[in-house]
Nanobody, 128 residues
């Protein structure tokens, strides 16, 4: 049974930082590309970042570029999202996801519908 469990969310002041973690179990996540998404109330789901299976290829959404960093530790089967210079517009539920498509493992997809497994989400709230 594949599970993705996010942690690290919370309340932070504008300008602060948080580090989200996504621990995978039930499979070797190192074989697959993974991504982080977020959804704020009343807004569409947004692709935040994505990373290839090896970690060599990454993607960032325009709204987080230069502030967020996605990384992975394939020994720990965990993907991270380091978030710096947070602002209130970053407030959302953050989800990690895993793409089972093997041929895409050396790149990534930015489309949520390409991801097969999702975590339960972790709330990030940035106060002004």
């Amino acid at each position: 049974q594949v599970q993705l469990v996010e942690s690290g969310g919370g309340l932070v002041q504008a300008g602060g930082s948080l580090r989200l973690s996504c621990a995978a179990s039930g499979l070797s996540a190192s074989t697959y590309a993974m991504g982080w998404f977020r959804q704020a109330p009343g807004k569409d789901r947004e692709t935040v970042a994505a990373i290839s299976s090896s970690g060599s290829n990454t993607y960032y959404g325009d709204s987080v570029k230069g502030r967020f960093t996605i990384s992975r530790d394939n020994v720990k089967n965990t993907v991270y999202l380091q978030m710096n210079s947070l602002n209130p517009e970053d407030t959302a539920i953050y989800y990690c996801a895993l793409d089972l498509t093997y041929w895409r493992r050396n790149s990534y997809s930015t489309a949520a519908h390409d991801y097969d497994y999702w975590g339960q989400g972790t709330q990030v709230t940035v106060s002004s």
